[in-house]
């Protein structure tokens, strides 16, 4: 996607929230909100600004996420963690509103920084752990990415066809190139694509898991984080690689081992787990079937929606999103206005 292209996207969507708050505000279109919401987090943390930033939208500050919880507060919302919705959601006499907070991959930062706000106001909340980050034995691609062509000027790299030099010496330079990566990513054996992503960075002198393990918990911080009453650990595979393209069993084996981790970890069986990716080329119903036999009662994908009686391994998220960090975008996403104008 272009760069110009990119930032009309954002003005529509930040005007499509815009025009949904003000909706909501007039008590227009209250159909369209579901009685409860699940919100998708990674980073919490203060912003510092950086020339290139790929991943800004998976990226809060703690003061949004502290307004954004008062401002569903005073909207009537109460706080729940995540594997009550299916029990609340089964109980159709209960209307009363409520979200639930979900963070991916396990950021140190959820500790340091989102921890703290979700006691000032006491809102459970579920941070979904991949073992290969927390163990430090698996690279975040897109973090490596975001390091590597950030400080570059130009690389090379064999997409397939043959060596070739990317310029990297303008921002849309590296906007390009960081979605050519990504769509390599996701269009080859994912294995084998990140280690020659991985393979890239280390000749540029970065080494991707010292990345990994300067950015995510380990076991000592994660049962730190555990023994808060209202934190909750829940599965997110081994290797944090899209289920819906391995076989049957290697599907399974991501997700079970995952919840052995993290049980051995906290001492308590996840019933919860996040579909890496989550989109629908990444998850299918048929990990949604294998969710359900492990045990698990809760799968969330980052679908956008309101979660409801009869999907509890297939539940849709709303994002809050870096990009559109003012308080009325949240109660312009948990209207549902924005999704009923686009027909979902």
């Not at 990297?168 to 330079?173: A, C, G, I, Q, S």
């Not at 960081?178 to 540029?204: G, M």
């Not at 956008?304 to 308080?327: C, D, E, H, V, W």
């Amino acid at each position: 996607m272009g760069q110009w292209k990119r930032r009309l996207k954002r003005i529509a969507i930040g005007g499509g929230l815009e025009a949904a708050w003000l909706a909501s505000a007039a008590g227009l279109m209250k159909e369209a909100r579901g009685r409860g919401v699940i919100f998708t987090l990674h980073h919490v943390r203060p912003h510092v600004a950086r020339p290139f930033e790929p991943n800004q939208h998976l990226e809060i500050t703690p003061e949004f996420l502290d307004s954004a919880l008062r401002r569903l507060k005073r909207a009537g919302y109460r706080f729940v963690r995540l594997d009550a919705l299916p029990s609340l959601l089964s109980a159709p006499q209960d209307d009363r509103l409520f979200a639930a907070f979900t963070l991916d991959d396990g950021y140190r930062n959820n500790l340091a920084h989102a921890l703290p706000v979700f006691e000032r106001h006491g809102a459970p909340f579920t941070v979904f752990i991949t073992q290969g980050f927390a163990e430090g034995s698996h690279s975040i691609w897109w973090e490596t990415l975001a390091l590597l062509l950030g400080r570059e000027n130009s690389i090379e790299f064999n997409f397939g066809r043959g060596r070739e030099r990317l310029a990297l010496d303008t921002p849309v330079r590296k906007w390009d190139a960081f979605d050519r990566f990504a769509e390599f990513i996701h269009r080859q054996d994912e294995s084998r694509a990140v280690s020659d992503v991985d393979a890239l960075a280390r000749r540029h002198g970065i080494e991707p898991v010292d990345v990994t393990r300067e950015l995510v918990m380990g076991p000592r911080d994660l049962r730190k984080l555990s023994a808060s009453p209202l934190a909750s650990l829940g599965a997110h595979t081994i290797s944090h690689r899209a289920l819906a393209r391995l076989p049957d069993a290697e599907a399974r084996i991501e997700m079970e081992i995952s919840a052995d981790y993290v049980e051995e970890i906290t001492g308590i069986r996840p019933r919860a787990i996040a579909f890496p990716y989550g989109t629908p080329e990444a998850a299918t119903g048929r990990d949604a079937g294998l969710a359900a036999k492990l045990g698990f009662t809760v799968a969330v994908t980052t679908q956008p929606g309101f979660p409801a009686a009869g999907q509890p391994t297939y539940m849709p998220r709303i994002s809050l999103n870096g990009f559109y960090q003012k308080p009325r975008y949240v109660s312009a996403l948990a209207s549902g206005i924005p999704l009923k104008l686009l027909g979902k």
